[in-house]
């Protein structure tokens, strides 16, 4: 089967491996959609953390089931799978939450993952497709990171949610602040993206930071309570650290983006608001699930975030362009 193979870091390889057998507790799968995501960008960058190479790169996924043993599942079916890939021993898992397992195997980062004709997941991994198309389907798992992010932060209804970084993620995450009722501000250094929010997304403000006063802007927004949700999706040491000076008091400040170096804030300032740090960490199944019933539902059209489409023996041409934001790239979406 055809496979393309991150070598090193600005290198990809496609080569011919042999197509996977699946054994007790697997699915084999054959790939139909890849989406490519911030994690494959990083990773063909050198920049993702957890990452060795050679790689193969993929997780966003869609899939026909080829041979299953999984209960309710069917040879044929249209799926994705839940790609964090957890060891059921640790104390995380032993609490339920699988998503920040102690050994955790994430399918293209620790482990090799979708950018191939076929691949083996646990049984256990499945998603159903609930009738969704491929595309849908290849968009489950990186918004299903936003909804984590929202439901981390416990958005309640009529709050202000402040949401930086317009990249993929950040507008999964928006979409899912909205739907949890919340008030969102979309903030970015790019008018191509911040736009994008406001036409496609329908946000109900935006904020440059390189063009405009943030902090001033966010206190006319919120009539000078700041936001009480504040997450970040852009993985920047600098928006980071600069984000926690916009947090209203009594606020939430959640990390979804994810960088190397160390965070660093203001001690009085953090603790005279009692505010609440969080990481967000990949999601659940219960998040896959609310993204799939959205999409049913109408609350999120999949189709607003892809943006490129390429055969699989086109990604390597390609793949490098995608870093650039002139290319006004969203979502690529790799067709197998």
């Not at 993204?291 to 189709?303: C, I, L, Q, T």
Request: charged share 20%.
């Amino acid at each position: 089967m055809k496979t393309l193979i991150c070598t090193t870091p600005h290198q990809f390889d496609y080569a011919d491996t042999e197509i996977p057998v699946a054994g007790a507790g697997e699915t084999l799968l054959q790939i139909k959609r890849i989406g490519i995501c911030g994690t494959d960008l990083h990773a063909f960058e050198g920049t993702q953390p957890f990452f060795n190479y050679p790689r193969i790169l993929g997780h966003e996924l869609a899939a026909e089931i080829v041979t299953t043993d999984a209960a309710g599942f069917s040879v044929g079916e249209l799926v994705t799978f839940i790609p964090y890939f957890f060891c059921g021993k640790c104390i995380a898992c032993r609490m339920g939450k699988e998503n920040r397992c102690a050994s955790i195997k994430v399918c293209g980062v620790h482990i090799d993952g979708g950018m191939r004709e076929y691949l083996v997941v646990p049984s256990y991994a499945l998603v159903h497709g609930e009738g969704l198309g491929v595309d849908e389907l290849a968009l489950v798992e990186p918004l299903a990171i936003g909804a984590h992010g929202v439901r981390r932060a416990g958005v309640a209804p009529g709050e202000f949610v402040l949401v930086i970084g317009a990249g993929p993620i950040g507008l999964g995450t928006m979409e899912f602040a909205k739907i949890a009722g919340g008030k969102v501000i979309a903030m970015d250094i790019n008018d191509n993206r911040l736009n994008f929010c406001k036409e496609k997304l329908k946000v109900d403000f935006t904020i440059n930071p390189a063009s405009e006063d943030a902090l001033e802007k966010l206190k006319t927004i919120t009539n000078g309570d700041m936001p009480t949700v504040v997450i970040d999706a852009t993985g920047s040491l600098k928006a980071i650290n600069n984000a926690f000076q916009y947090l209203g008091h009594g606020g939430r400040y959640v990390l979804i983006g994810l960088q190397k170096g160390d965070i660093s804030f203001n001690h009085p300032e953090f603790h005279k608001r009692e505010s609440t740090l969080m990481s967000s960490r990949n999601a659940t199944r219960a998040d896959f699930e609310h993204v799939v019933a959205s999409m049913k539902n109408g609350w999120v059209n999949p189709a607003t975030y892809i943006t490129h489409r390429v055969q699989f023996d086109e990604v390597k041409a390609n793949f490098e362009s995608w870093l650039n934001p002139a290319t006004g790239v969203i979502k690529a979406m790799v067709e197998m």
